[in-house]
């Protein structure tokens, strides 16, 4: 069956139901635009299980996600939903672009929380926006926008108490929302060692970063990720 959509890492099927998507976490790990890619065996698996997890636990804490159910090693079910073209970041503590951008030191705490909201696309390098930018390119309303921002950082809170009791930190982490058709703004994408920075209290990553700075093993990374927070 032809995915609906096949990005870097996961493929989207259609299922009998319009309302409702496949979401297959593939091998395929790729950084920088792409320039690197890679397959690493069960990589698929471990986010998916991370994935459901996290999922799940925003949902027991009042958070809407487009996550149904688990149906196999490395796929969920999710909500068919409308992507806003955003990705929403929260950041805790400076590093990655923010270093590479701004003057700020890597390691530096950020409290309160920023949070930095990307176009999502490819082809103009994911450049950061600004209300105005968002409201004039139409991609979403100000109403819109400030409420995907307080549930970024009501994510960002739940996120935190997560990973502490598993002694790890949470740099930052890309979000996307979307839209039911009934316009409620819900979380999709996914929750993972793809899209988060988790560092060890003594600073190792156990996410993709691993893969992008040839930090070590990329499997025994997500495994370690996986294992604390599954616990
Ligand atoms: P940075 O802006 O430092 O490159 O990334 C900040 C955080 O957002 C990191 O946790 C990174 O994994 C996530 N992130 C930002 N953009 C993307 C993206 O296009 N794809 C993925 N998978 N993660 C992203």
Redesign the pocket.
Known sequence: MEPLYSGKAKSMYETDDPSVLRMVFRDDVTAFDAEKVDRIEGKGRYNAEICASVFEYLEGNGVETHFLERTGDAEMLVERLDIYAL?V?PRNIA????VRKYPFEEGQELDPPVVVM?LKSDEYG?PMLNDDIVRALGIAGPGELEEIRDEALRVNNLLLEMVDERGLLLP???LEFGKRTDGEIVLGDEVSP????FWTEGGRSL??DVFRFDRGDLAEAYAEAAERILA
């Open positions: 990705e970041i590093t990655g672009s923010l990307d994911d930052d982490f890309k793809d899209t988060c920075r996410d993709k």
